[in-house]
């Protein structure tokens, strides 16, 4: 399985990013995470990818959100109403059989907010 992500950048408090990721590879599930210097990385949110379910970190739920595209391979993180605390390198991860153990990673990308 083989990860690429994209689309980080700096924004400013209360604006959006889009972050994609394409996913070559049959996987279970597809995952965001995202780490700051110092801290261990950190759950954001995953998608099941066949069925489709998705869950969510508490600290995101209702700004940012996950969907995928079958036809493209991609799954995309739209993060809305940015703060500051959402500063972080962002990165894409494969559990590919299912069983919570995410052994492939994208390249991480950066997400800035300033406030």
């Known amino acids: 399985v083989q990860l690429q992500a994209s689309g980080g950048g700096l924004v400013q408090a209360g604006e959006s990013l889009r972050l994609s990721c394409v996913v070559s590879?049959?996987?279970?599930?597809l995952g965001w995470f995202r780490q700051v210097p110092g801290k261990a990385r950190e759950f954001v949110g995953t998608i099941n990818w066949s069925v489709g379910s998705i869950t969510y970190a508490d600290s995101v739920k209702g700004r940012f959100t996950i969907s995928r595209d079958g036809a493209k391979n991609t799954v995309t993180l739209q993060m809305n109403s940015l703060r500051p605390e959402d500063t972080a390198v962002y990165y894409c991860?494969?559990?590919?059989?299912?069983?919570?153990?995410?052994?492939?990673w994208g390249q991480g990308t950066q997400v800035t907010v300033s406030s």
């Open positions: 991860g494969a559990d590919r059989y299912g069983t919570g153990n995410w052994t492939y």
């Open positions: 590879g049959r996987t279970f599930s």
